[in-house]
């Protein structure tokens, strides 16, 4: 089966997978499946209520 390259899997265990082009133990490049990091998704940030919220940001701390 061929697969595009780039291609993301998540395992039922939960590992992420990618599949690209990488070197095998014998040190030759081939196609395969390899870990990858999970892709982080940015949380909304939640709507401003007013103008001087939006021009004026939150206090800093001491």
């Not at 390259?5 to 395969?32: I, M, P, Q, S």
Request: net charge positive; proline share 5%.
């Amino acid at each position: 089966m061929e697969y595009e390259l780039d291609a993301r899997w998540v395992c039922e265990c939960g590992d992420n997978y990618v599949f690209h082009e990488g070197f095998n133990r014998a040190g030759f490049k081939e196609l395969n499946w390899y870990r990858a990091a999970p892709i982080v998704v940015p949380e909304q940030r939640k709507a401003h209520r007013s103008l001087r919220d939006r021009l004026i940001g939150p206090r800093k701390g001491d």
